[in-house]
């Protein structure tokens, strides 16, 4: 079988940059979409359909964990609901996951779309991926995608790709639009 990279995919518009650049250096890939931090339901779903569409238009095979992980989200981050602890969290859950889905697969490694968005904390992600990378004897595959960022948003936009406007758990979505907790932020910052 060809060996192939297993690439953790956050949604679908964080994954056309990255593809892009495999596809130019005929890196073969398959992704996994295991992101149990989106909230609620229907957002998850509006995230889950956008990223079927770019299976379809990049012929790209995808493992799907369909699961809604709310209960499970919340009870991984208790006590750990501010930023960055809970993001820590966050990475960790998913990147373990595609960690031990690359050991089983015998994947020649393992990435994911998180390194693509400057609104992460990238060296975070980074470091993550490292220590599972010794735990699980896989390979991190390590790529600053942040340099293609317009470039991919550009495309989903043509391709008309739902772009969601939060992160994803249900602590971001309250971060963007209410004004309360925005307002203590910025205080916070200050
Ligand atoms: S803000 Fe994003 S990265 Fe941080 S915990 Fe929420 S979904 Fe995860």
Not at 3 to 12: A, M, S
Not at 89 to 111: D, G, M, P, Q, V
């Amino acid at each position: 079988m060809k060996n192939f990279i297993l690439l953790h995919i956050c949604c679908g518009p964080c994954s056309l940059y990255p593809l892009k650049v495999f596809k130019e250096e005929k890196i073969s890939v398959k992704g996994f979409f295991y992101n149990p931090n989106i909230h609620p339901y229907q957002e998850f779903k509006l995230r889950l359909e956008a990223l079927k569409e770019v299976e379809k238009i990049e012929s790209l095979e995808i493992l799907w964990d369909e699961t809604y992980g709310l209960r499970f989200f919340l009870e991984e981050v208790s006590f750990q609901w501010e930023r960055p602890k809970r993001c820590e969290r966050c990475y960790y859950l998913r990147l373990k996951k595609t960690a031990e889905l690359a050991e089983k697969l015998k994947a020649e490694a393992f990435s994911t779309t998180l390194l693509y968005s400057p609104f992460q904390l990238h060296e975070l992600i980074k470091e993550i991926g490292e220590e599972l990378s010794y735990r699980y004897k896989v390979p991190f595959y390590y790529r600053d995608f942040r340099e293609g960022y317009k470039e991919g948003k550009q495309k989903a936009m043509e391709l008309g790709i739902y772009r969601q406007k939060y992160c994803g758990c249900i602590f971001s979505e309250e971060e963007r639009f209410s004004l309360a907790k925005r307002k203590k932020i910025s205080f916070t910052q200050t």
